[in-house]
């Protein structure tokens, strides 16, 4: 997966929104965490290390419902005023492929894009989607005919696939973040580590401590009906496989077991230091409701 060397400003143009949305502040990029390590079912060498302080959060996207947007004079495009960098060729040539199959009724900036591209490079030689007007080029503005937000996006709900499966692959991994380490343990032997986690600012590389606003560390975006693991399921399951995302989800089912049972007996405490303190070993993510 490919990150922004760095998350630098985007052109600026006038948002169309007319309602001033107050931020929330959001919280610290350190804080306790949770976290479960298990073997890769398919390959014993491998490693699954997994945030369940993310995983078990109720961070949903807001994109279009209160979303503040990476940079302040578009909340409009939410996390999109950079483009995409691709991770590699194949990244490059399946997003070709979708791409080819919009039409003028579903991407704003067709005619743009079919006449000059859609890919540029950045300032270090990257390959990544244009920048139109201050955002992506395929994203559509609100009062598009054709549908706002993503037309790789819309694509992929019109046409009954995922959008893992149209968009770059940096953009459908959001909020997800897979890393990679290896590890020598103490008798020699080796082992790959895949660090499943939040893509918090710190994901988008120096510049993300500059973006304006950003959704994993905001209360306003963790309202959600189901936690991250089952609203991600499927963007888990392509990041680890089937299998080991179904061990992940016996761990998460558990945890959110004893998180609820953990905020009935915090409920029943007389102060607030005390419930704080029966909360304390789970530790659920600061930005999630208590």
Avoid at 2 to 25: F, I, N
Avoid at 168 to 188: A, M
Avoid at 232 to 259: F, I, N, Q, S
Wanted: proline share 7%; net charge neutral.
């Amino acid at each position: 997966m490919s990150t922004p060397k760095k998350a630098g400003k985007a052109k600026a143009r006038q948002s169309p929104v007319d309602v001033v949305l107050t931020q929330r502040p959001e919280v610290s990029l350190d804080f306790p965490r949770a976290w479960i390590e298990f073997p890769d079912p398919k390959d014993p060498e491998q490693i699954f290390r997994c945030d369940l302080t993310w995983l078990t959060s109720r961070w949903n996207c807001i994109f279009g419902s209160g979303c503040h947007g990476i940079e302040k004079t578009m909340p409009e495009a939410g996390c999109c005023v950079l483009g995409a960098h691709f991770a590699d060729k194949d990244d490059e040539k399946r997003t070709k492929k979708f791409a080819d199959q919009l039409t003028a009724d579903n991407w704003q900036n067709e005619k743009f894009g079919r006449k000059k591209g859609f890919v540029e490079k950045d300032a270090d030689g990257q390959r990544k989607t244009k920048v139109v007007d201050g955002a992506c080029i395929f994203l559509n503005s609100p009062d598009f005919d054709g549908g706002a937000g993503c037309a790789l996006h819309n694509l992929a709900l019109a046409t009954g696939k995922q959008p893992l499966e149209t968009k770059p692959d940096v953009c459908w991994q959001l909020p997800i973040r897979r890393t990679y380490d290896h590890v020598e343990r103490p008798d020699g032997t080796n082992v790959l580590v895949v660090n499943i986690g939040e893509y918090d600012r710190r994901g988008w590389g120096p510049g993300g401590h500059d973006l304006d606003w950003y959704c994993t560390g905001s209360s306003e975006a963790h309202n959600a009906a189901e936690p991250v693991y089952i609203t991600e399921r499927g963007t888990l399951v392509e990041l680890m496989g089937k299998k080991a995302y179904e061990v992940l989800a016996g761990h998460c089912d558990a945890r959110m077991a004893a998180l609820t049972a953990a905020r009935m007996v915090a409920s029943k405490q007389r102060s607030e230091a005390a419930a704080a303190a029966a909360m304390a070993p789970f530790a659920p993510h600061p930005a999630d409701p208590n």
